[in-house]
Structures are given as C-alpha cells and as structure tokens.
C-alpha cells in the first residue's frame, strides 16, 4: 500500500481523496495503482514500500507514458518505475575477515 500525505506547502488543508479525508496530520494509505494515479501532484507526498513491486509491475503500459511528464525522464520498463519509486535494497555488509596468523609468526 502506498501512503499519500499532503506537503508542508500544500495549498488546501484538508484533501477528500479516495472516499477519505486527508489533511496535515493524517495520511491515508491506497493501492499502489490508485497512487499513480495522482502522482506528480505538487501538493501531495507519495511514498511506495517494497511490498507494492508485484502492483507496479503489473500497471498497464500506457501509464508508463503518463508518468513519463510527472518523472521529467521517460520511464519505458516497469524495472525503471519500480527503481524510481521503491527505495533501494539494503545489502548486508560482510564482516572483514579476520587475518590468519601465519606459521612463521611466534
């Protein structure tokens, strides 16, 4: 689920979006497909979690060339959208091994 707040700068201070009411202190969360929607909107903050990969991957391609103008870049692959909105994957850091003490060193 995506999650939809309004901006610091917004110009309104309540928003009736999605069947609820959204204003300063809330934020409401709809499907991934429904944020595209109004995505690129000034007076909205939106933010996608992981979990909404399999969603984005499945929009129809047609979108793609609407969220081209709210990006400012062509998006021509779900891989590039998902890339633009999902936050990036953490990798695990391996710990340094640690040095092997050699035969010769008493």
Same mark, same amino acid.
């Not at 700068?9 to 109004?38: C, P, Q, W, Y």
């Given at each position: 689920? &995506?999650?939809?707040? !309004?901006?610091?700068?917004?110009? $309104?201070?309540?928003l009736?979006? =999605?069947? @609820?009411?959204?204003?300063? %202190? ?5 499907e &991934?497909?429904?944020? !595209?929607?109004?995505?690129?909107? $000034?007076?909205?903050?939106?933010? =996608?979690? @992981?979990?909404?990969?399999? %969603? ?6 047609k979108m793609?060339?609407?969220?081209t103008?709210?990006?400012g870049r062509e998006i021509?692959?779900?891989? @590039? ?26």
């Amino acid at each position: 689920m &995506a999650t939809i707040k !309004l901006t610091k700068g917004a110009r $309104s201070k309540t928003l009736f979006m =999605f069947g @609820e009411v959204l204003n300063r %202190d809330a934020s409401i969360e709809v499907e &991934a497909i429904d944020a !595209l929607r109004v995505y690129g909107d $000034s007076n909205l903050d939106i933010t =996608f979690a @992981e979990s909404d990969r399999k %969603d984005l991957k499945q929009i129809d391609p047609k979108m793609l060339t609407r969220l081209t103008k709210a990006f400012g870049r062509e998006i021509t692959t779900h891989d @590039e959208l998902c890339k633009q909105l999902l936050p990036a994957k953490t990798r695990a850091k391996k710990a340094p091994a640690k040095p092997k003490k050699s035969a010769l060193e008493k």
